[in-house]
């Protein structure tokens, strides 16, 4: 029964959070200056055209009468209908969604995988030679912008060396019938190296600094000197005892960290070509698509939130101390 | 006493006179409107020549950089609130006839709301360019466009700066160099280019770039650029803009003016829908009045002043309701042919809807043009494959167009072979030259548009209405160094919104301005600006209204 209220109260919160999230981007995007008809301004563009536009984006109604028809519309699942498009905004949606969430988790995975091994590894060397010059690099990593390492990547791998393609998630006119046909063959992994990479190496910092101190906070614990008095192996000390307990943050830095990388895929995306929300959703603000923009965004917050709620409920796993009041 | 008298009325007088240009107000901070460095740096280097040269005549300019968003909202909506902006026009085939642009630019019945949203008026403009549109003898016509050109020369309702060289490059070991068609106007990336590229080798797919993304495939929706390289291949045209820039015969065999408001025009015999269905007189018929239903209303204008269709075997004869000399090229060339058996139960749908016909995206595209739908991932490409039956057919396999949002990337692709013809490259065009100094396969072609870069004069506001204050400003700048730093050579000057690729029309006389900041402020004084502490002021008994 506890528990069940305690779930209530949690779906209770999230759906204020969601609400929020809708309100705020709704007025956000009307606030900011520029005006949806502008893609269409030519020498053939009637006052009788403009006033159809207005009217069929629904911009000739009263702000607050706008917001109460999109409130309703979302609540019957319906994201609207894209300005620019014309099309259906769930649609678009998903057709980029999937693209967009196998480069972050690719990045994401291959990121703390190796940050936290790293982390716990340099934890161990601390003071070592290897720290001299590990941690400046993890530093430089960390202070280099995605959009520079992307071209620095591209420029050596793909246009000199011609490793790896320049763009895109196939070759030319390949045909790839699903999604899932696509994603398994050895021309997508090809195409998705570079952009994989140019994400991990910005992401890998977070996860290895993060490691790397609490596993010197934890090796000062006594149940690891205990560990090192009764004579096991340096090996178990550190990762079966320390590595362990350190790693519970972690876990939650990378729920926060889906987050950051959705906004790194922005620019990640434009540099490779690569067909998915972030660059969609930079077009639709700047062309003031406001179904499109306000639909991805608040897809964008879906996920953060659902990952956050993963965390929770991960952590919970992890460490079964939380869940004790 | 009476000399005395008039003495005093003397010295009171020429007192008057002294202190009249002080009565004159100074001109207020002038603004000018730019897009960011960033997106358009050639634009943004000539505003800043711009408004170098106008500092010099004595004026306070003000450069305020916006994106196009923010920009485009407060010249087109808030018409009386900008004094001076850049602008652009883009080239497009239907433009090769000069009515669109020398009358919605210009007329008086566009300003409030329409495209002369400078707010130009002038009465004797309006009458000659009301004329040329209802001449059907070219040589006459040809008078007309001149004349109107001649008066904005004398005007300058605009300050035309350049028309811009469209320059692409193509892979002369996957393209043969003979095959690609160069367009007047226009430049090498045009639809006969890709219905005539031979393959030199055994690659046979045209591999392009648009670093913008489609927004739809719709024959009765005007939705951009790129999406119109698309349209223009699927579906075909009555007639066709020819590589010289004047109409010819595409879908239509024939045509016949039978008076100056009706015009038979016969279909093309043999020709197929891609899904195998003919093509007949009554599709052709359909397409024109689906174009005018108010379910596809970016088309609506280029079909207004039919006022009836009728058919007759092959045979469609449109009536018109004034004679119009552009009908070949605004309406016959522009209107997609589109299959009745697909579109009617869609427009009727429609009709029930409150949406339009622009909201429909056809699963797989049906049209009859040399190329037909294959496939098109969001964001990523749009493949198309060469159409066998067509009368015109192509001679390569695919057209493949990728997205890359990446200029840099688009040709690092160009070199490594990934992509085969740049059909846009938004950077310095001067990077294309150095490309293909390293690979003698890339051939760079620069071509002069039809388009035009210049800056508006909001007419609005004082004291641009001035004709004398206007050619001043415009005479201050040399348009060879707009050439040289803004565009490095890829431009050629100009002084008429009709460009020079358009040679039946344009009027050479246009282009015999002097320019120079000696000759601007001779000119300013003649009209009766002056200068007071390096500060220029209004004509005496002129006020500033706007501070």
Same mark, same amino acid.
Request: proline share 7%; hydrophobic share 45%; glycine share 6%.
């Given at each position: 029964m506890k528990a069940f209220s305690a779930i209530g109260a949690r779906v209770i919160q999230t759906l204020f959070v969601l609400w929020a999230v809708v309100t705020i981007l709704f007025f956000l995007f009307r606030l900011m200056p520029?005006?949806?008809?502008?893609?269409?301004?030519?020498?053939?563009?009637? /006052?009788?055209?403009?006033?159809?536009?207005?009217?069929?984006?629904?911009?000739? *109604? /009263?702000?607050?009468?706008?917001?109460?028809?999109? @409130?309703?519309?979302?609540?019957?699942?319906?994201?609207? +209908?894209?300005?620019?498009? =014309?099309? !259906?905004?769930?649609? =678009?949606?998903?057709?980029?969604? /999937?693209?967009t969430l196998i480069l972050t988790f690719s990045s994401l995975i291959l990121a703390y995988g190796i940050g936290v091994l790293a982390g716990a590894y340099l934890a161990w060397k601390r003071g070592g030679a290897v720290e001299q010059i590990a941690i400046p690099l993890v530093l430089t990593t960390r202070a280099m912008p995605e959009f520079w390492l992307g071209m620095i990547l591209l420029a050596v791998f793909s246009f000199s060396l011609g490793w790896f393609p320049a763009g895109g998630t196939r070759p030319p006119g390949a045909d790839y019938p699903t999604l899932w046909s696509l994603y398994t063959s050895a021309d997508f992994w090809r195409h998705m190296t570079l952009p994989v990479l140019t994400l991990a190496i910005y992401a890998q910092g977070l996860p290895l600094l993060l490691m790397r101190s609490n596993m010197l906070d934890v090796m000062k614990e006594d149940f690891v000197t205990m560990a =090192?008095? *009764?004579g096991l192996s340096s090996y !178990?000390?550190?990762? =079966?005892?320390?590595?362990?307990?350190?790693?519970?943050? $972690?876990?939650?830095?990378?729920?926060?960290?889906?987050?950051?990388?959705?906004?790194?895929?922005?620019?990640? +995306?434009? $540099?490779?070509?690569?067909?998915?929300?972030?660059r969609e959703l930079v077009r639709a603000v700047s062309a003031s698509d406001y179904p499109l923009a306000q639909g991805a965004f608040l897809m964008i917050a879906v996920v953060v939130i659902a990952m956050n709620l993963v965390a929770d409920l991960l952590y919970a796993v992890l460490d079964p101390r939380v869940t004790r009041e | 006493m009476q000399s005395l008298l008039r003495a005093t009325a003397w010295v009171a007088l020429t007192a008057a006179a002294g202190i009249m240009p002080a009565m004159a107000d100074p001109i207020r901070t002038i603004n000018l409107f730019t897009r960011p460095q960033a997106a358009q740096p050639s634009e943004y280097q000539f505003v800043e020549l711009i408004a170098q040269e106008w500092r010099k005549l004595g004026l306070d300019v003000n450069v305020q950089v916006m994106p196009w968003e923010q920009m485009s909202e407060i010249v087109w909506f808030k018409r009386d609130q900008w004094d001076t902006t850049a602008w652009q026009m883009v080239g497009r085939p239907e433009r090769s006839d000069p009515d669109e642009i020398v009358f919605n630019l210009f007329h008086t019945s566009t300003a409030e709301k329409g495209f002369n949203f400078i707010g130009y008026n002038n009465p004797a403009y309006d009458a000659l360019v009301e004329k040329q549109r209802a001449e059907l003898d070219p040589e006459a016509r040809k008078a007309l466009v001149r004349e109107a050109q001649a008066i904005l020369a004398a005007d300058q309702p605009n300050m035309m700066l350049v028309h811009p060289k469209s320059t692409y490059v193509y892979n002369a070991a996957v393209w043969k160099p003979e095959s690609v068609v160069d367009q007047g106007g226009i430049g090498i990336r045009n639809t006969w280019t890709y219905m005539s590229l031979d393959p030199a080798g055994d690659k046979r797919d045209i591999v392009l770039n648009s670093s913008d993304t489609v927004r739809a495939i719709n024959p009765l929706y005007i939705s951009g650029g790129t999406d119109s390289w698309i349209t223009e291949l699927l579906w075909d045209r009555l007639m066709r803009v020819g590589p010289d820039g004047l109409p010819q015969l595409w879908a239509a065999s024939a045509f016949e003016w039978i008076d100056t408001t009706t015009i038979k025009v016969t279909l093309r015999e043999g020709m197929k829908w891609h899904d195998g269905q003919p093509v007949t007189a009554e599709d052709v018929k359909f397409s024109f009045e689906a174009a005018g239903s108010g379910e596809a209303p970016m088309y609506g204008p280029f079909v207004r002043n039919i006022t009836g269709i009728e058919t007759s075997g092959n045979d469609i004869t449109f009536k018109l309701a004034n004679?119009?000399?552009?009908? @070949?090229?605004?309406?016959?060339? *522009?209107?997609?042919?589109?299959? *009745?058996?697909?579109? +009617?139960?869609v427009i009727e749908d429609q009709k029930t809807k409150d949406t339009n016909a622009e909201s429909y995206q056809e699963a797989t595209p049906i049209g009859s043009g040399p190329f037909k739908f294959t496939s098109w991932t969001a964001n990523e490409e749009v493949v198309l494959s060469a159409n066998a039956d067509h009368f015109n057919k192509p001679k390569a396999d695919r057209w493949i167009l990728r997205i890359v949002p990446n200029v840099e990337a688009a040709l690092g692709m160009l070199k490594s072979g990934e992509i085969n013809f740049l059909a846009d490259f938004p950077g310095d065009p001067s990077v294309l030259n150095a490309a293909a100094a390293a690979d003698p396969n890339l051939k760079v072609v620069s071509t002069v548009d039809i388009g035009f870069r210049y800056v508006a004069f909001n007419h609005r506001r004082a004291p641009f209405n001035d004709a004398a204050f206007r050619n001043a400003l415009s005479a201050a700048v040399d348009r060879r160094l707009i050439v040289g730093a803004a565009f490095k050579g890829f431009a050629v000057p100009s002084n008429s919104v009709v460009s020079p690729a358009l040679a039946f029309w344009h009027n050479e006389e246009t282009g015999k301005m002097e320019t120079g900041v000696d000759k601007a402020k001779a000119m300013l004084a003649a009209a009766g600006y002056t200068l007071e502490g390096g500060k220029l002021h209004y004509p005496a008994g002129v006020t500033e209204t706007l501070k």
């Open positions: 520029g005006s949806p008809l502008a893609a269409y301004i030519d020498p053939n563009f009637t /006052p009788e055209q403009q006033d159809a536009l207005m009217a069929r984006f629904g911009l000739d *109604k /009263p702000l607050w009468q706008q917001y109460f028809i999109y @409130l309703g519309n979302l609540l019957q699942g319906d994201l609207g +209908e894209s300005f620019f498009y =014309r099309t !259906s905004v769930a649609d =678009r949606i998903f057709a980029l969604l /999937p693209n =090192r008095i *009764k !178990s000390v550190v990762i =079966r005892h320390a590595a362990r307990n350190a790693l519970l943050p $972690v876990m939650t830095s990378f729920a926060i960290a889906v987050g950051y990388q959705i906004q790194g895929n922005v620019v990640v +995306e434009t $540099v490779f070509s690569w067909p998915g929300l972030g | 004679p119009s000399a552009a009908f @070949l090229t605004a309406s016959l060339a *522009k209107i997609n042919l589109i299959p *009745k058996h697909i579109w +009617e139960p």
